[in-house]
């Protein structure tokens, strides 16, 4: 079963060790979203990623980065480079319809495919938690079966607004999403966000998947 890495391995090296040397084909980054497939040497998508950003614009070390992913570095590796410890915040999994063209990049004709939508966030050793942007990545059929499990579910926390309305801070979420530590579902303030996440769902998933069908 799959084990999806909320921090330490990168999601490129996990498709590198099955598909080689991977790259980034960036259809669009601009001041408001990042939309790029994860590609293998033969051009075949083995992931299409949207990115919605949340960073300061002001932020000239995290501008600069943005640039270097603009012109073609992939997020998690440029992050590092820039001494960056990176982890996610998994808010949702899902299965989506392929459309045709997501089909055709992911040289398969399955109906369907495993879709996680994350908060990105990113620490320097004496910094204060930063996050990139929320993210939706979506699986080739091939990379990941187009099927929901236990380990999806049991990693789904709620959003970061949220818990810091139920009085989390960020560097409390930062740590909890260490490979070795969780949050304490016990916890009341988690049980609050819980609740106010099963009232008022999280509008991201759908702008994503709006976005999905009206792209031709």
């Known amino acids: 079963m799959e084990h ?3 921090n330490k391995k990168l999601h490129t090296d996990v498709l590198e060790s099955k598909y080689g040397p991977i790259h980034s084909e960036i259809v669009r980054h601009d001041g408001f979203m990042r939309e790029s497939f ?4 033969t051009g075949i998508a083995r992931t299409y990623a949207l990115t919605i950003f949340e960073y300061d614009k002001g932020n000239k070390e995290i501008s600069i980065i943005d640039d270097k992913i603009k ?9 590092k480079d820039f001494g960056f410890e990176v982890r996610k915040n998994v808010t949702g999994v899902f299965l989506i319809e392929n459309p045709d063209w997501l089909k055709n990049k992911f040289k398969d004709q399955d109906l369907k495919s495993k879709a996680r939508l994350s908060e990105f966030y990113a620490k320097q050793e004496t910094g204060y ?4 942007g929320t993210v939706l990545e979506v699986y080739s059929p091939d990379f990941r079966p187009s099927e929901i499990n236990d380990v999806d579910i049991s990693q789904i926390h709620p959003t970061t ?11 409390e979420i930062y740590d ?3 490979e070795d530590k969780d949050f304490d579902r016990n916890d009341e303030r988690y049980k609050k966000a819980e609740e106010f996440m099963k009232l008022f769902p999280d509008p991201t998933k759908q702008k994503f998947i709006n976005y999905i ?4």
Do not use: C, H, M, W
């Open 4 to 6: 999806f890495n909320i």
């Open 38 to 41: 994860l590609s293998d040497s």
């Open 71 to 79: 012109s073609g570095g992939l997020i998690g590796k440029v992050f």
């Open 129 to 132: 938690p930063i996050i990139y």
């Open 161 to 171: 607004d949220v818990l810091e309305q139920a009085g989390y801070t960020k560097l």
């Open 176 to 178: 909890f999403l260490a």
């Open 213 to 216: 069908k009206s792209r031709k």
